[in-house]
């Protein structure tokens, strides 16, 4: 078999996916003895029950736990009735946070760096009849040469603690679902497909990559079951008459079945879903299927109570709903790639994802977000301790981005880093092989894009001629000038006159702006934290963004509220949502409703 990338698990007569959700055994490992002690091998004296998936973190109620930086560990058991060696055995994990091994009965079956990407692990070799032991080490500690960035102090009393350079707590463990899969031996490993349109038709470059030499046949099935088009070979292209295309919040979806036929048999089937549509930059606009498309919407976090950074499907749905009612039709997975489900959704509610990889905190700050937010953001690859792996281990993260979200239709865009420093030659030089490397791996060649803050200003910004579109996160009213919005909306024009003057003739979409809000808080005429100085925020804003035709997109800081780590500039997490972290909403949300309904 290839190398197996990151494809959805599915089940049908002749692949399995099982789910192995559900309470595992788990410890702390302090010491880092758990290797020595055996128990990868053994597995796990005395553990605590663990949710899977789940953060650990907000599960405990002393600080300790969830403070808790180092190694841990994770044990589950599985059962096969039968062992049968025309098939490959794989686990998968939606996301491992940030770096882990995977043992099953004691053999080493995969490691990973990077904590918001599926970890494939082949356990074919290692499985036996009966009753499975599967252990997986975990490290939650953050550097600078891996994404996202930060540091990991050790405290008087020997214990650790890692330091983000962000701002959203450092929430670990085996946050998404895991899966254990069956395969047959010949089977469909990864597939690529791309659109082109023609008047009312569709063509659709394909390609199915496979072991084996079997024949691959692929078909596009309407919703209706009828087969819209077909076609036999590894790579080719299908004709789609009158197709039907994935439009914003007005989704179609096919069925894509890929097929792998020996001697008129079939051997192997992979189905998932596929949405017809482009995406364009052309000049100052974003062209879906040809037409101008204004983003509305959010950055976001996959946060919420008690499940922390855990996958959970009510959350997802109730996330759903409240974008839905908002009148939106955008969000960007800031500050990492998000489960898978979030994109399976995204398709089927014809929302447009701008899809961004770990890379947070590439800057040095103690509150990164106040440097940043201010324009006071220093260095960070000049004297970075080691660049090339730390590019390494983010040209990974890409990669496997691409590889696992390319053939999401509501995934419009990538973004290489959020409020990186950008305004170095070491920056530029550090940027140009990522940027490149997206734009190599993505078949469906999608903008690619990244996200700066104030110091990466129209005069010093050095990485955004690498962009197709330019995404700002600025704060005048809040970090700049906060409660005094006629002075920030003066400062705030004259950056926006400054890169007018520029004349990039690329898109602008604003990837961030907010300001910290309690939902308790009412005060006439508005104050910095109350609902009131929200709205006018937001009103202000409107203001500016519909006085530069470049601006082509408001993505709200934040959805919800999140957590984040403690300190002296966050009341129990940051307070930027327009919903609350129950996701209710603040008054804020119905001024942006307002204008989000009106606007086409
Ligand atoms: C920006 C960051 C984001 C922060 C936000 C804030 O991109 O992660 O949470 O500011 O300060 O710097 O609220």
Known sequence: MGIYTELYPVSNEFRHAESLDGLWRFR???????????????????????????????????????????DFWYEAEFYLKEVDESRRRFL????????????????????????????????????????????????NELSETNIPCGTTVRRSDGTKRAMGYFDFFNYSGIQRSVYLMELPREAIYDYELSYRLDGKDAYVD????????????????????????????????????????????????????IELVREGKTVDRYQAKAGVRTVEISGE???????????????????????GRGFSYPVLKRDFECLKW??????????????????????????????????????????NFLAAGRGEAKGFFADCPDTALL???????????????????????????NEAETTSEEAERYFAPLFARARELDPQKRPVTGVLE??????????????????????????????ELKEA?????????????????????????????????????????????????????????????????????????????QGIMRVNGNKKGLFTRQRQPKAAAYTMRDRWLRQK
């Not at 770096?99 to 290692?126: D, Y």
């Not at 036999?232 to 292209?237: D, F, K, M, P």
């Not at 998000?338 to 800057?363: H, K, N, Q, T």
């Not at 202000?540 to 780590?565: C, K």
């Open 28 to 70: 702390f490992d302090p010491e880092g003895e758990g290797e020595k002690r055996g128990w990868a091998d053994k597995g796990l004296p005395e553990a605590l029950s663990m949710p899977v998936p789940s953060s650990f973190a907000d599960l405990f109620t002393d600080a300790a736990k969830r403070d808790y930086c180092g």
């Open 92 to 139: 998968r994990f939606g996301s491992v946070t940030h770096t882990c091994r995977v043992f099953v009965n004691g053999k080493e079956c995969a490691s990973h760096v990077g904590g918001f990407l599926p970890v494939v692990a082949e356990i074919t070799g290692a499985v036996v009849p009966g009753r499975n032991v599967l252990v997986v080490k975990v490290n």
């Open 206 to 257: 394909y390609a199915v990559m496979a072991d084996g030499d079997a024949d691959v046949k692929i078909t596009f099935k309407d919703a209706e079951g009828n087969v819209a088009a077909s076609a036999s070979g590894r790579s080719g292209t299908l004709f789609i008459p009158c197709a039907h295309l994935w439009k914003v919040r007005s989704a179609y979806l096919y069925d894509v079945v």
């Open 285 to 307: 606009n974003i062209l879906i299927n040809g037409e101008k498309t204004y983003l509305k919407g959010f950055s976001k976090h996959e946060d919420a109570d008690i499940v």
């Open 326 to 367: 908002m009148g939106a039709n955008c969000f960007r997975t800031s500050h990492y790639p998000y489960s898978d489900e979030w994109y399976r959704m995204a398709d089927e509610e014809g929302f447009l994802v701008i899809d961004e990889v770990p890379a947070v905190g590439m800057m040095r700050s103690i509150a």
């Open 391 to 417: 590019s390494k281990n983010h040209a990974s993260a890409l990669s496997e981005m691409i590889a696992r979200d390319k053939n999401h239709p509501s995934v419009i865009a990538w973004s290489v880093f």
């Open 454 to 483: 104030s110091s990466s200003s129209p005069k010093r910004c050095r990485v955004n001629k690498m962009m197709d579109f330019i995404c700002l996160n600025r704060y005048y009213g809040w970090y700049i000038c906060g409660g």
């Open 489 to 565: 909306e003066n400062l705030f024009r004259s950056e926006m006159d400054a890169w007018q003057a520029l004349d990039l003739k690329k898109p602008f979409v604003f990837t961030e702006f907010g300001t910290d809000t309690l939902d308790s808080l009412h005060k006439l005429p508005g104050v910095m934290w109350s609902q009131e100085y929200q709205q006018e925020y937001m009103l202000m804003h409107f203001d500016v963004f519909d006085s530069y035709p470049m601006i082509q997109g408001e993505l709200v800081w934040n959805f919800a509220d999140f957590q984040t780590g």
